[in-house]
């Protein structure tokens, strides 16, 4: 079960992370080729937000190493893990009340500008032509989400599905290599489901690899390349979406004994 393939973008290799006697990863290894759409998912409290969290340095492993490119990111500082290339999205949209769409996706864009007080303050010539490119990536990103008509308006009162594309927007803005996404269309209605699974595949079709961790199998079914299926913080299964959806330890652990057994 532990074989990676390490020429991925991102591989995982034997993670663990305990929370007291809980092991909410246990020697977890998977790894993410370049251009794809990799889902993860698995039962309620399988362990997928953690890793999402151990991917960005939000939590540091027990054990196990994460790699981004070749280069070892394991307990790196989330900007820096943000500034490395790897941007996400949470399960709980986070998105300040007192900002329009434009002001926040603008923030994701400090990575352009530095965000730095002292040229801000004085208005270099830098700071200037930094923040200008960083309104016109802004413009760019809002036509391509489907929020520009929407820049000026409180991003935290728009309706769930466009909160959610601002917060995709926001991520975009930090030039990711690789998109993580948590649980990106829970609470949403079909229709804005099937609206952002046709904005994620414009963003992969535009070189941006994606990692989603979803409870939906028809979305991962038809959205991804690659799924891993993770239980109790282990692997269970890993392959494309054909061979995950027929998997008896996967029908078992994902929909219960009695559904695998029917
Ligand atoms: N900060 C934390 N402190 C203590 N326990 C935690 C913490 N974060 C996660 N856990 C525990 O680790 C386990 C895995 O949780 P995690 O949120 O990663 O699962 P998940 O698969 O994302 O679940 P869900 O689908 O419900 O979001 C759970 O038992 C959870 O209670």
């Given at each position: 079960m532990n074989n990676v393939n390490s020429d991925g973008i991102l591989t995982i290799k034997n993670l663990s992370k305990s929370f007291g006697g809980i092991k909410?990863?246990?020697d977890l290894s998977f790894s993410i080729t370049e251009g794809h759409i990799h889902a993860v998912i698995g039962p309620n409290g399988a362990g997928k937000s953690t890793v999402f969290n151990l991917i960005t340095g939000v939590f540091m492993p027990d054990n196990g190493e994460v790699r981004f490119k070749n280069r070892n990111?394991?307990?790196?500082r989330t900007d820096h893990v943000a500034k490395a290339g790897i941007s996400r999205t949470f399960q709980n949209i986070r998105l300040?009340?007192?900002?329009?769409v434009f002001e926040t996706v603008l923030m994701g864009t400090y990575l352009i500008t530095?965000?730095?007080v002292f040229p801000a303050l004085f208005l270099t010539k830098n700071f200037r032509n930094n923040e200008k490119a960083a309104k016109e990536r802004v413009e760019e990103i809002l036509h391509f989400v489907g929020l520009w008509d929407m820049r000026?308006?409180?991003?935290?009162?728009?309706s769930y599905g466009n909160q959610r594309r601002v917060e995709i927007a926001r991520a975009l803005a930090m030039n990711p290599q690789l998109l993580l996404l948590d649980?990106?269309?829970?609470?949403?209605n079909p229709q804005e489901t099937k609206e952002l699974m046709d904005l994620f595949s414009l963003v992969n079709k535009q070189g941006i690899t994606i990692l989603i961790i979803a409870h939906d199998m028809n979305l991962v079914n038809v959205l991804s390349d690659q799924i891993t299926v993770i239980n109790f913080g282990e692997k269970l299964a890993e392959g494309p979406p054909k061979m995950i959806h027929n998997h008896p330890a996967v029908i078992e652990a994902y929909m219960g004994r009695a559904e695998a057994n029917a």
């Amino acid at each position: 079960m532990n074989n990676v393939n390490s020429d991925g973008i991102l591989t995982i290799k034997n993670l663990s992370k305990s929370f007291g006697g809980i092991k909410a990863v246990n020697d977890l290894s998977f790894s993410i080729t370049e251009g794809h759409i990799h889902a993860v998912i698995g039962p309620n409290g399988a362990g997928k937000s953690t890793v999402f969290n151990l991917i960005t340095g939000v939590f540091m492993p027990d054990n196990g190493e994460v790699r981004f490119k070749n280069r070892n990111i394991t307990s790196m500082r989330t900007d820096h893990v943000a500034k490395a290339g790897i941007s996400r999205t949470f399960q709980n949209i986070r998105l300040f009340p007192e900002m329009t769409v434009f002001e926040t996706v603008l923030m994701g864009t400090y990575l352009i500008t530095g965000g730095k007080v002292f040229p801000a303050l004085f208005l270099t010539k830098n700071f200037r032509n930094n923040e200008k490119a960083a309104k016109e990536r802004v413009e760019e990103i809002l036509h391509f989400v489907g929020l520009w008509d929407m820049r000026d308006e409180y991003a935290a009162k728009l309706s769930y599905g466009n909160q959610r594309r601002v917060e995709i927007a926001r991520a975009l803005a930090m030039n990711p290599q690789l998109l993580l996404l948590d649980e990106p269309t829970a609470g949403m209605n079909p229709q804005e489901t099937k609206e952002l699974m046709d904005l994620f595949s414009l963003v992969n079709k535009q070189g941006i690899t994606i990692l989603i961790i979803a409870h939906d199998m028809n979305l991962v079914n038809v959205l991804s390349d690659q799924i891993t299926v993770i239980n109790f913080g282990e692997k269970l299964a890993e392959g494309p979406p054909k061979m995950i959806h027929n998997h008896p330890a996967v029908i078992e652990a994902y929909m219960g004994r009695a559904e695998a057994n029917a």
